[in-house]
């Protein structure tokens, strides 16, 4: 009965990310059902994450009738919604055997994933301190709920946005306690989530075998996996970035405005997982709407670029809402840059770079880095092409943004915390890169149109 | 031959990128299966060790469940283990909130490395202990405090 109870919540999320995703892309020609599903499953739990922060904002506590009843609503609105539309999704149909080794690829790795989860049930340091904490306190402590917020709980970060610990009270919600397995499947899902948004979107109008090998690259890294599996909030992270930079390139080189609308939600939910996602939501945007001008026909439709922004501003609510009604502000920061305590040096700056260079050379990560730095090299002029600029230019603006932050807050020492938090970091970029250096490489397929 | 010229769409070094993803694929596949097995044995031989797990009992002993629970230590949270230790019990005790050397509740753990310290303590605030963990820490009662 447990597991039927712990499956109810996934279903229920990825029927609403299905519909989200349909009303989105509803004008979108030859939908790949694959992608659909993996897009998703991600959207329909960060919709589910929303809802449950709702219901708990109105109810100020955990209350399972009221998310039940906000997750019913949502789905009698979108129901409403595909029902009236006039034109049927065009989705494409019939078997594909590429696409189906592809699903037989991802559930033989799902097999070392699950291994790896399987080895620190209750995750790393952060999973209890912090994400699983959360959770664990909005379910059971009723109205005490927002005590989350206060001082002497600076341990568990309350600065930090509350997705994933929405996410763990919505699939705790049917069993009404904190069943351990569940932030542990949940990490599953997403690193297998990010895998086949990596394997289906590369397979779209390219080489479709070539595109097998990139989930399998991410999958076969033993570091990557340790940290994805750790119930840490980084994968759920990388997971956001990868949809939405998808969704993004998709909406500036197809003249398809439904991908467009489709990253903003993905973008909402990005900047609800953590500071770091709130800045890179900032930052795809800034980079997305600063390329449309070199795209003709989106420059021409300022119409989408108008929708785009509106579901932007109410996917970005709940960041908002977070950010300025409920976060206590950032207690472990001191502005390195003003103070003269504490003061940001240049020996500080250089120990970064000399950090980010031994991260690069490390073995932990079985030369993953390299790999990436000669495909970026090898084939230079497609990495940075117009077509793929978007990626590159929000690693750069992502990667300096990091750097100051590091260089600037003085409050922690900064060999200790490059120590802990780098490698986390990078881990959700480690999809993203990916794909940008496949989508560069595997050459377009004129057959697939 | 159709393969061949498929492949012909790819540049020299677009190729030599794809045998480069093979090699390092071919090494990756090859090297995950022993670090599962691996993984496997150390964990048929010993459980995760979860620490926190001393406190989960406290909970069936400590009626009505307080909102807050204080915690002495003469330890330094900013170390590994006494860290460690501090945030699992918080964890495992949620949602009641550990109050770092809060002594005005009615539950308080002493988690103390100095034994003398210890006594000291209890006697200058009137604690009862209740139980001791596997690790050594106390969970003490102040008759004096009521519920919260």
């Not at chain 1, 597991?3 to 996934?10: A, I, R, Y």
């Not at chain 2, 103390?112 to 605030?125: T, V």
Request: net charge positive.
């Amino acid at each position: 009965m447990s597991s039927v109870l712990t499956l109810l919540p996934f279903l229920i999320s990825l029927i609403l990310g299905w519909m989200l995703c349909d009303l989105c892309l509803k004008n979108v020609k030859n939908r790949d059902p694959y992608l659909d599903v993996f897009l998703a499953g991600g959207i329909g739990l960060g919709a589910s994450s929303f809802l449950m922060f709702l219901a708990v904002i109105l109810k100020n506590r955990f209350d399972q009738t009221a998310v039940l009843i906000l997750h019913v609503l949502a789905l009698a609105v979108l129901v409403f919604l595909i029902y009236r539309r006039k034109r049927p999704p065009a989705a494409r149909t019939g078997f594909d055997l590429t696409r189906a080794a592809g699903m037989v690829t991802l559930l033989i790795f799902a097999w070392p994933v699950w291994i790896f989860a399987k080895f620190y049930p209750f995750g790393g340091w952060d999973a209890w301190a912090v994400w699983n904490f959360k959770a664990k306190f909005i379910l059971l402590s009723g109205t005490r709920w927002n005590e989350l917020f206060l001082p002497e709980l600076w341990r568990s970060s309350p600065h930090y946005p509350l997705l994933l610990p929405m996410t763990n009270v919505w699939l705790w919600s049917f069993l009404k306690t904190p069943l351990q397995s569940v932030p542990m499947i949940l990490g599953v899902v997403f690193t297998m989530l990010s895998a086949g948004v990596l394997m289906f979107s590369l397979m779209e109008g390219r080489k479709r075998i070539l595109a097998l090998a990139a989930p399998v690259l991410m999958l076969s890294l033993p570091h990557f996996l340790t940290l994805a599996t750790n119930q840490y909030a980084d994968i759920v992270l990388g997971y956001y970035l990868l949809g939405a930079a998808v969704c993004l390139r998709r909406w500036l080189s197809l003249k398809e405005d439904g991908w467009g609308y489709l990253a903003a939600l993905f973008l909402g939910c990005l900047a609800f997982t953590k500071p770091e996602g709130l800045i890179s939501a900032g930052i795809l945007t800034f980079s997305a709407l600063t390329l449309t001008k070199t795209f003709k026909n989106l420059r021409k439709e300022k119409h989408s670029v108008g929708i785009f922004l509106g579901i932007l501003v109410a996917a970005l609510l709940p960041a908002l809402l977070f950010k300025f009604l409920y976060s206590p502000g950032n207690q472990s920061f001191i502005n390195g840059l003003l103070s003269a305590e504490k003061p940001s040096t240049f020996s500080r700056l250089r120990f970064i770079l000399t950090f980010y260079a031994a991260e690069w050379l490390s073995g932990k990560w079985n030369g993953f880095w390299w790999l990436i730095s000669a495909g970026m090299l090898l084939g230079i002029r497609k990495t940075f092409h117009k077509q793929n600029l978007l990626i590159p230019l929000f690693l750069l603006s992502y990667l300096a943004v990091i750097t100051l932050y590091y260089w600037a807050n003085t409050y922690f020492e900064i060999q200790w915390w490059m120590k802990v938090t780098l490698s986390r970091l990078i881990t959700a970029l480690v999809p993203l890169s990916i794909f940008w250096i496949f989508s560069s490489i595997i050459p377009e397929d004129k057959k697939q149109g | 031959m159709k393969n061949l010229t498929s492949f012909s769409q790819f540049s020299k070094a677009d190729l030599l990128f794809l045998l480069i993803i093979g090699c390092f694929l071919t090494f990756a596949i090859f090297h995950l299966p022993g670090r599962l097995e691996q993984m496997e044995k150390i964990r048929q031989k010993q459980a995760y060790p979860f620490v926190g797990l001393q406190f989960s009992r406290i909970k069936d002993i400590v009626h009505p469940f307080p909102s807050r629970i204080g915690y002495m230590t003469d330890k330094n949270l900013s170390d590994n283990i006494p860290g460690m230790v501090f945030s699992q019990a918080q964890y495992v005790l949620a949602p009641a909130v550990l109050d770092l050397n809060g002594v005005h509740h009615k539950y308080i753990l002493l988690d103390y490395s100095d034994k003398k310290l210890l006594a000291k303590i209890a006697e200058r605030h009137h604690l009862v202990p209740l139980k001791q963990t596997h690790w050594g820490i106390i969970l003490a009662i102040n008759p004096e405090v009521r519920d919260e």
